[in-house]
């Protein structure tokens, strides 16, 4: 089955830039879409179709791609921050959803 | 403003049948292009997408939990239900219904989420 590689966690100092790296065979077919989890509670969209970023999210999480790696970066980290983050997308015909394996940030 | 809640036993004993329902509201499941999904995370693991219905009845299910899945619609209540036959302890999870948004171009993601669900499964 399709797969979506992250690293399992990043640590980063308070004004730091975060970059965690989403990795998958289909990223250079489909978009990629990143989330913000906190504990005990729901995921967030952060970014969607790779760069886009919805109304309300921080200017600090931009997102990025290339070949077959998506970035998410969190530049300026603040301790509001630290949260699981995962990224989504498709398998290469667009028909299955795939989340990754989740990146922790630690600030 | 879109919401949607999860509903559904919190227990359930290996080899039963799991019923969740998800209530929501601020859109319709009659509207050409909405559709919605559940996704489930066991504790302190990742989020693992189950499956999506469409606003024409249209469904889709992760290959690898298919044959275990049903998802349905009443769209005169606003509801999305899925149900899991042959539960496990594995299958223990937070288990969240989510509002698909697409584009133009066809392109989809989850936005909002509910709350989420814990249900446990132990005899």
Redesign the interface.
Known sequence: ?YELTQPPSVSVSPGQTARITCSGDALPKQ?A?W?Q?KPG?????LI??DIER?SGIPERFSGSSSGTTVTLTISGVQAEDEADY?C?SADSS?????????TKVSV | QITLRESGPTLVKPTQTLTLTCSFSGFSLTTSGVAV?W?RQPPG?????LA?IYWDDDT?Y???LKSRLTITKDTSKNQVVLTMTNMDPVDTATY?CAHR?N?SG??S????????TLVTVSS
Not at chain 1, 41 to 45: D, E, G, K, R, S
Request: hydrophobic share 30%; no cysteine.
């Open positions: 089955s978009f879409y989330y989890q509670q729901a995921p967030v969209l969607y179709k919805p995962y989504q667009g028909t299955y959803y795939v989340f990754g394996t989740g | 999904g996704i693991e990742a989020l693992e997408w999506l889709r992760s290959p690898s969240f948004r584009d066809g392109y993601w989850f936005d909002p989420w509910g709350q989420g």
